[in-house]
Structure formats: C-alpha cells, structure tokens
C-alpha cells in the first residue's frame, strides 16, 4: 500500500512568511509523528498526535509552530513568521498506534524547508 | 541528560566484513523499546529492527542482530556481511513507557555515518 506522503518536497520561502507542510499517514495508522532534522544532524521531535487524544506538544521549538490533524488521518504543520533558523527537512512519520511497544515508525520522504 | 548516545560520529568497514554500532540508553522505565533506523543519502528514514525491553532473545533481521545488554543499557547494531549499500546514517532510537502525553514518541541519537569500502 501506499506509504506516508509529504507535500511539498521541497519549500523556499522568504524570512518572515507563513508556510505549511501537509503529511498523508499510511491508512489505518492512528499515531502521527512530526520531526525536524537539520543537516547532519539527528530528528528532533516536535508534536505528536494519537488518535482522539491531546496532541503532545512537548517538542514545538517556538508558539510559531503549531500542527493539526483534521479527522484523524491528515496533518499540517505551520509555521508563521518563518525564521532562517528554520530551515531543515520536516520528517512526518505514523505508526499503527503508540499503544503497541513494537510498532515502527514509518517515515515519509520529508519537506525541505530553506528560509531566504 | 541524552536519552540515546551514539559515540560513534563515523564508522568505516570493509566489505564483506561486520561492523558493530553503539547505542547506550538513559531510562528509569522498566519498559521501553529500541528501533534501529538506516538513512541513506537519499534522506528515507528505514527501518531496520526491534528490541522489546522484556525480549530475553536478541532481535535479529537478516543481517541486522542487535546486542541487546539492558543492565548496561546498550543495544548494538550489528551488521554482519557489510555491503557498499549498507552506506548510511544509522540511527537509534528509544519509545519509553513514560505514561501521559509522552508515551509513544521517539527519542533518536544524533547517528552514525557507516561507511562501507569495497
């Protein structure tokens, strides 16, 4: 089936606008993960989302960043005022649900964000 | 304190041979589970393989095993057969069973650059 899809895959926009990431999970996977990796270096995480459940927050970098996921399925994550700092390549990952210790996470290709 | 460590910024190996990279882990959960990740330079995070902290066996994939020591708290890759594919960022990664909103994500190390040499 088809695997976890991010759009766009490739952003540049100037200093100071708004931009949004979209993320498709696999179908039927209730956990969706967002991440960031800047180059080189390792994912740092930053929002997650389980089912009906409060999203954990915990990783936002700055209240610039914020993410939704609409019915379960979709997710967006915006980010306003766009700094140079950052830009990186936005991972958004889902799994079949975080109740189940085995469960992998399953990695779409990523959205490279370049801030002008 | 880093959840996940990797000390190993680069690793080389020949061709054929097996390469061991290390990951120690910080957790005071009595159940957490470990992932190992291939990133290529195409960027596509790949997952390799599992253990479960009540796994007794080491996990094993093909020729991935992991050398699971949970009193030293370390989960090896081992890549057996190394071959110029295996080239990559490998890394390693934690879900611990945190309760609240924090269960479920997980926490990577910075990585591993294997490098494979015909």
């Known amino acids: 089936g088809a695997g976890v899809s991010q759009s766009p895959s490739n952003k540049v926009t100037e200093k100071g606008k708004d931009v949004e990431l979209r993320c498709d999970p696999i179908s039927g996977h209730t956990a969706l993960y967002w991440y960031r990796q800047s180059l080189g270096q390792g994912l740092e995480f930053l929002i997650y989302f389980q089912g009906n459940s409060a999203p954990d927050k915990s990783g936002l970098p700055s209240d610039r960043f914020s993410a939704e996921r609409t019915g379960g399925s979709v997710s967006t994550l915006t980010i306003q005022r766009t700094q140079q700092e950052d830009s990186a390549v936005y991972l958004c990952?889902?799994?079949?649900?975080?109740?189940?210790?085995?469960?992998?996470?399953?990695f779409g290709n990523g959205t490279r964000l370049t801030v002008t | 304190a880093q959840k996940i460590t990797q000390t190993q910024p680069g690793m080389f190996v020949q061709e054929k041979e097996a390469v061991t990279l290390d990951c120690t882990y910080d957790t005071s959960d009595q159940s957490y589970g470990l992932f190992w990740y291939k990133q290529p330079s195409s960027g596509e995070m790949i997952f390799l393989i599992y253990?479960?902290?009540?796994?007794?066996q080491n996990a094993t994939e093909g020729r991935y095993s992991l050398n699971f020591q949970k009193a030293r708290k370390s989960a090896n890759l081992v890549i057996s057969a190394s071959q110029l594919g295996d080239s990559a960022m490998y890394f390693c990664a934690m879900r611990e069973d945190s309760g609240g909103t924090s269960y479920g994500k997980l926490t990577f190390g910075q990585g591993t650059i294997l490098t494979v040499h015909p």
């Open positions: 253990q479960g902290s009540y796994d007794e």
């Open positions: 990952a889902s799994s079949l649900s975080s109740a189940y210790y085995n469960s992998p996470l399953h």
